[in-house]
């Protein structure tokens, strides 16, 4: 072969294969080539370009009803994404089984996959409204590493396609209260999945935990623990008794714990991806997590480390009993995408949020 020609056809293979890669038949697509095995068969493909190809659902794709080895799952207190509500699930092929961890997410074997999709109920009020599905977050894992992608759903509900930049949608319903509420619904894109996914420079799964977890099984009639149940059906190793160890406290939910140990929920699920050790907001010295307590790193008379628009002219993260005169308040309930916090996945206050993190501050006893 003539050397010119052999150059070019290398350097197109080195683009395709991403310099080299194997094909791993258990290993979730890539943003390149790649194969993958779902429900038995092999599928060739770049990233699969639309969500029915995974084939995770059977029947009409927005009913989203699970496919064999697809399992759904909930949690105790979910990150607050502008009022979405999500239907979680977990897809483990053939024999592949998860791996309980006391602390942090649960551990996957290579192809495993977690599918989140967000949607808006057309009228709370009225299960049987229908609903309006915005979008599907992917997070598989292949070699070891977890990739994101995302697909954003069509006006007519039959079809979610590929997407890495993200887009502002139109979105309406109406709440409990009768109240017709409108917002744009803002789906991130890859590098602001991979931001908030990120510890210690790695893509992680997020609040898959056995505490987050440990709750009962909401898909299934009888009364069993979702963990349990897990572990009944030989998709969860390592794991005595669900009743066992922790479970994270429902935020909303007075009858599970104090006000304080639910903000602290709420501050786990919602910041503390990014605040803490681990997280992308390491520097900032304000660690989130349930299990942290040490209160100056909790905020308490922490001063910011860089100060400036985003402290709203206060002094400290938290002022004990009194939410007016706390960064952490200014922060939650600002809309200004230079000052809210969360940074990503929100672009309205979380109303109820907001009240509970007040009610914790006023709580707070100064020392």
């Known amino acids: 072969m003539h050397l010119g020609k052999f150059l070019l056809i290398f350097v197109a293979l080195v683009a395709m294969y ?17 194969n993958i095995t779902l429900k038995g068969k092999t599928i060739e493909t770049n990233a699969l370009k639309q969500l029915s190809d995974y084939g995770f659902f059977k029947g009409q794709l927005a009913e989203l009803n699970p496919s064999e080895h ?16 999500k239907a979680r699930f977990i897809y483990l092929p053939n024999g592949k089984q998860m791996d309980f961890n006391t602390n942090g997410p649960l551990d996957f074997e290579d192809g495993a996959i977690l599918i989140k999709n967000f949607y808006y ?15 599907t977050r992917l997070l598989m894992k292949g070699k070891g590493v977890w990739n994101p992608l995302n697909y954003l759903w069509n006006e007519a509900q ?19 209260d009768g109240v017709t509420k409108k917002i744009d619904y803002v789906v991130p894109n890859q590098n ?62 007075v009858l599970t714990a104090s006000v304080e140990e639910r903000a602290k ?26 299990h942290e307590n040490d209160q100056r790193k909790r905020g ?18 938290i002022v004990p009993g009194k939410p007016e005169e706390s960064i952490f308040m ?38």
């Open 70 to 85: 697809v399992y759904p799952y909930a949690i105790n207190t979910p990150l607050f994404s502008d009022y979405a509500q």
């Open 18 to 34: 991403g310099c080299g890669q194997k094909e791993n038949k258990r290993t979730a697509p890539l943003a390149r080539k790649a």
């Open 192 to 253: 602001q999945c991979k931001n908030c996914h990120n510890a210690n420079n790695k893509i992680v799964p997020i609040a898959l935990t056995a505490a987050q977890l440990n709750q009962r099984y909401r898909s299934l009639q009888q009364d069993i623990n979702q963990l349990d149940y897990f572990k009944q059906v030989g998709i969860l190793k390592g794991l005595s008794t669900a009743e066992l160890h922790d479970k994270m406290p429902v935020w909303n939910d």
């Open 330 to 367: 200014y922060r939650m309930k600002s809309n200004d995408p230079a000052i809210r916090m969360p940074e990503i996945g929100r672009s309205v206050e979380h109303e109820e949020g907001v009240d509970l993190l007040q009610q914790y501050i006023k709580g707070l006893v100064q020392d």
């Open 300 to 317: 308490v008379f922490k001063p910011p480390i860089a100060a400036g628009k985003g402290s709203g002219d206060h002094q400290y993260d």
């Open 158 to 176: 039959t079809e979610a396609n590929l997407d890495y930049v993200g887009k502002s949608v139109a979105v309406n319903w109406i709440n409990p």
């Open 121 to 135: 109920p057309k009228d709370e009020r009225n299960p049987v409204a229908g609903r309006r599905i915005i979008e």
């Open 265 to 290: 929920a709420y501050l786990d699920a919602n910041c503390a991806h990014c605040h803490s050790a681990q997280g992308s907001a390491k520097n900032s010295g304000l660690y989130l997590n349930y």
